[in-house]
């Protein structure tokens, strides 16, 4: 079933330019806002507790930007299995390489920090072109083993290389052929219990817990630390700013390191809230 949906739908919609799949999304759009309310409840819930100097007004207008860019992330991500490498560049620049290859020349790895704010999504396939490091990017394998192999392939294409947790220790071990820039996706809501090391801080105005799996891997292997800005700048269009968030992680204090990109991704969230992932469920957890 899923071999038919993959090759009657999502393929041949791939072929498509966004000009002609964005209806698609509007449409999208109107069933899973007005129609289905597809987690409308938690998207509420978490931009009311988030916010909670916003008017009901400005609650549904952020609401309903967020649907709408939920959608364009899903024909945009359906156009990615046959973009080509030079329109995801052309779509999704980085504005500061600098930063990044500067490490590459004194033959550093390097830990990159992202989160499922704009389009994360495109980032596997214009990273490679644009930066000297060997893109490498933990991920969650789908428990769709069909999809999965084609997900892996499609992000992965263009010169990325896809790794799960399990192979994290032995793949640094591996000897590469230039540095790598190892990339985590830090906002996801961590297996909680209470025997894993954990960071707890407030975070959009209520109490969150963090995964410091970036942190841990910096201090491991006294790797500089980038965080990943990706800035929409209109419908199909992206541009990364890269934040250093240091190069000497030895010297910081436990916890430092994720308080600082979580930071990050708290600036950009307040200046544009509807381009984060709300609809995950961040703030199941409660400190015990």
Not at 183 to 189: K, P, V
Request: hydrophobic share 35%; net charge positive; aromatic share 14%.
């Amino acid at each position: 079933m899923n071999r038919i949906l993959y090759y009657l739908l999502i393929k041949p919609l791939s072929f498509l330019p966004l000009s002609v799949l964005y209806p698609i999304s509007t449409g999208i759009y109107y069933l899973l806002y007005y129609v289905l309310g597809y987690r409308r409840k938690v998207v509420e819930e978490n931009i009311i507790k988030s916010f909670p100097d916003y008017s009901g007004e400005e609650v549904t207008q952020v609401v309903k930007l967020f649907y709408r860019h939920l959608c364009d992330i899903v024909v945009e991500s359906i156009r990615m299995f046959s973009m080509s490498e030079a329109e995801a560049v052309r779509r999704c620049r980085i504005r500061n390489p600098d930063l990044m290859d500067q490490f590459f020349d004194q033959g550093k790895q390097v830990v990159i920090v992202g989160s499922h704010y704009g389009n994360w999504e495109i980032t596997s396939l214009s990273f490679p072109s644009q930066l000297k490091h060997q893109i490498s990017s933990i991920y969650s394998k789908l428990k769709d083993v069909y999809f999965n192999r084609k997900l892996t392939r499609s992000r992965s294409r263009y010169g990325s290389e896809l790794i799960t947790k399990d192979e994290l220790s032995d793949y640094y071990e591996i000897e590469h052929s230039r540095p790598v820039g190892l990339a985590f996706i830090a906002d996801q809501s961590p297996n909680y219990n209470k025997s894993k090391k954990l960071y707890w801080t407030t975070f959009l105005n209520q109490e969150t817990v963090w995964s410091p799996g970036a942190e841990r891997y910096a201090k491991k292997y006294n790797l500089p630390v980038i965080y990943v800005q990706i800035l929409k700048q209109r419908r199909g269009y992206y541009e990364i700013e890269l934040e250093l968030v240091t190069d000497d992680p030895l010297s910081l204090a436990p916890g430092e390191i994720t308080e600082r990109h979580l930071r990050c991704l708290e600036r950009l969230i307040i200046k544009k809230p509807q381009y984060w992932l709300w609809s995950h469920r961040r703030w199941k957890h409660q400190r015990n």
